[in-house]
């Protein structure tokens, strides 16, 4: 209430009853295919699938939700205004959650032109799910229609939003969204053995012990985790860190430099380690090319002197970390980098600025690494997660076996 | 006293009851609508657009009601 009322999602009051929906498009527009518009329909349902055990089916007859495109006045007593103004509406649940696209807008998919109908359509899908509008700008069910956004993804204020309607996803089915890992529900948490290294034998080295802080950590396509340090390196294993290291860096990846700022192994089985304005890509030990490059040529919108990176496990996609910001990269969109970055690390609820280091483990959690402590993040919760001993912990103990 | 009827208020005035900031009228009579509600409506517009809150049509304001959107209101009853 009043101006001060934090800014968030809002319930219309009703939602369906059943999870499992189907809908059905009666009405198509014009200028598209109706193959490519079936494609961006159902992909506009997936978003609040992929948050939730909603599902939705496309089938004929008697559906839970209608899709038509219309123009001017349409039978329901609430016209479209032609191109621009008025793009769509929808029913809540309680009205029976129809959807309407008015037919004049310049439909488009995957274009700067026209008007996005995936994004369009995800917007109406959230009103017939039982979503108001909300008052954060950058929220997918904010009412303002912001252009085509190749890096797509909801907000958090919208998975709040649809979370609170029909609970969080409990079913694996598509790998793409959280990776549904039981043990985040938190008992994972209870038994510290998961993080515990058991005390690592007398024959490894202790002088992460002595200063556990270090440059940046990883994991190789393999599957290894390594921590490097100045021109060193450690394999960690499941309980501690492996006997017979450091070794040196540049013996075991030929022409790499030590004192790295970031790396992380991309889904392309690639590694990519960052220092200063360069970076350079390995495929396993060998370098992939002639590197190092600038990152300005590899990486267009990340700076340079960054202090960690990852490969996000909520996204898939690729973070960078620099003092109090962030930067979202998408290799597969242009540009890969949206305007809208960077944003402030606060965002990731609980997690410091200036980092160290942070990577995706092999159990699929994320963790932040700062000075001698770590941070363990909850992707659906999207802030650092609330266990018992809780975050921030020692990470020469928990990961080191000091 | 109404609100004075500029052009850009009259527009403005079914903007904002389409949207849900004023109780939309049934369309075949007008309402008087004093003064300080017709301010409180556009300051909510403008606090919920993520604008300066002035209650006053300027420029941004009247530009924001023209964007692309959609046409489910903002303020559901």
């Not at chain 1, 069910?141 to 797509?152: E, K, N, V």
């Not at chain 2, 009228?25 to 003064?35: A, F, I, M, V, W």
């Not at chain 2, 409180?40 to 304001?61: C, R, Y």
Request: aromatic share 16%; proline share 6%.
């Amino acid at each position: 209430t009043g101006d001060n009322r934090a800014k968030r999602y809002a319930l219309q009051g009703s939602r369906w009853k059943v999870k499992d929906l189907t809908y059905k498009i009666s009405k198509y527009p014009g200028k598209l295919k109706r193959g490519d518009v079936d494609k961006e329909i159902q992909r506009a349902f997936n978003v609040w699938s992929g948050y939730t055990d909603l599902t939705f089916t496309p089938k004929s007859g008697q559906v839970h939700i209608e899709i038509r495109f219309e123009t001017g006045e349409h039978g329901d007593g609430d016209p479209f205004d032609g191109p621009g103004g008025t793009l769509a509406h929808a029913y809540f649940p309680v009205f029976g959650g129809d959807a309407h696209f008015d037919a004049s807008e310049s439909w488009s998919i995957n274009s700067y032109r026209g008007t996005n109908l995936f994004q369009v359509a995800a917007h109406e899908f959230g009103h017939s799910l039982g979503l108001s509008h909300s008052d954060v700008r950058q929220a997918l069910m904010a009412p303002f229609y912001r252009g085509y956004d190749p890096l797509f993804s909801l907000d958090t204020d919208d998975v709040e939003g649809i979370q609170a309607l029909y609970g969080k996803k409990t079913k694996k089915d598509t790998p793409s969204f959280d990776d549904d890992n039981d043990d985040q529900d938190g008992e994972f948490d209870e038994s510290p053995s998961n993080e515990k290294k058991t005390p690592a034998p007398p024959s490894v080295d202790q002088s992460l012990c002595a200063d556990p802080k270090f440059d940046t950590i990883f994991n190789s396509a393999e599957g290894y985790t390594y921590v490097f340090k100045g021109d060193k390196y450690w394999r960690l294993t499941e309980e501690s860190i492996a006997p017979g290291y450091p070794k040196k860096i540049s013996e075991t990846w030929p022409g790499l430099e030590g004192n790295i700022d970031a790396a992380f192994t991309y889904k392309n089985g690639k590694t990519y380690f960052f220092k200063g304005s360069k970076y350079w890509r390995y495929k396993g030990r060998k370098m992939d090319g002639d590197y190092p490059k600038e990152i300005s040529e590899g990486f267009t919108g990340i700076p340079d002197n960054l202090d960690a990176a990852l490969v996000w496990s909520g996204n898939g996609k690729i973070y960078f970390y620099k003092g109090s910001k962030f930067w979202r990269f998408d290799p597969s969109q242009r540009p890969p980098v949206k305007s809208t970055y960077p944003k402030p690390i606060s965002n990731w609820d609980g997690v410091p600025d200036n980092l160290n280091a942070a990577f995706q483990w092999t159990n699929g959690y994320t963790y932040f690494y700062k000075g001698n402590a770590y941070y363990r993040f909850n992707d659906r919760a999207f802030a650092v997660d609330v266990t018992n001993p809780p975050f921030p912990r020692s990470t020469a103990y928990w990961w080191f076996g000091c | 006293r109404c609100a004075n009827s500029a052009p850009s208020d009259s527009s403005a005035l079914i903007y904002l009851s389409q949207y849900g900031y004023i109780s939309a009228s049934r369309g075949n009579s007008s309402q008087l609508l004093d003064e300080r509600s017709y301010k409180k409506a556009i300051e909510d517009f403008q606090s919920f657009a993520g604008i300066d809150v002035t209650g006053q049509l300027d420029p941004v304001t009247l530009e924001t009601m023209t964007l692309p959107r959609c046409g489910v209101k903002d303020k559901v009853g």
